[in-house]
Nanobody, 125 residues
Framework: QVQLVESGGGLVQAGGSLRLSCAAS????????MGWFRQAPGKEREFVAA????????TYADSVKGRFTASRDNAKNTVYLQMNSLKPEDTAVYYC??????????????????WGQGTQVTVAS
C-alpha cells in the first residue's frame, strides 16, 4: 500500500523557518511529480508548490514565492519543503501528494491521487 508520510511541522514564530519532509513508500516515486498543498481552517485546500519528477522544474504559488523552496531526493524517496520568513497566514495543515501520471506535475489538486495525512504548521504573530 502506498504511503506518503509528512513530518517537520510545528509551532514557530513569525519570521522563523521550518523544513517539511515527505517520505513516500512508492516504488515509482522517481517517475512522479510531487506537490505540496495546504489547508487552513474553513478554507479550501490550496496549491503551495510542485516539483517535477527530476526536480528540474519547480513551480510555486505567488503567496510563497521567494520564501519557500521545494526539493526532492529520489534516492531517498523523499520530497522537502523549506519554509522561510513564515507568516501567520501560512498557518495550515500541509500535505504532500504524488501526481497520478508519470513525468507530470501541476498545481491542480485533482491531478494528484496519493496523499499524505498532513502535518500542522502554526505560525504565531
Amino acid at each position: 500500500q502506498v504511503q506518503l508520510v509528512e513530518s517537520g511541522g510545528g509551532l514557530v514564530q513569525a519570521g522563523g523557518s521550518l523544513r517539511l519532509s515527505c517520505a513516500a513508500s512508492l516504488r515509482t516515486f522517481s517517475l512522479h511529480g510531487m506537490g505540496w498543498f495546504r489547508q487552513a481552517p474553513g478554507k479550501e485546500r490550496e496549491f503551495v508548490a510542485a516539483i517535477s519528477w527530476s526536480g528540474a522544474v519547480i513551480t510555486y504559488a505567488d503567496s510563497v514565492k521567494g520564501r519557500f523552496t521545494a526539493s526532492r531526493d529520489n534516492a531517498k524517496n523523499t520530497v522537502y519543503l523549506q519554509m522561510n520568513s513564515l507568516k501567520p497566514e501560512d498557518t495550515a495543515v500541509y500535505y504532500c501528494a504524488a501526481h497520478s501520471g508519470y513525468s507530470r506535475h501541476s498545481s491542480d489538486p485533482t491531478d494528484y491521487d496519493k496523499w499524505g495525512q498532513g502535518t500542522q504548521v502554526t505560525v504565531a504573530s
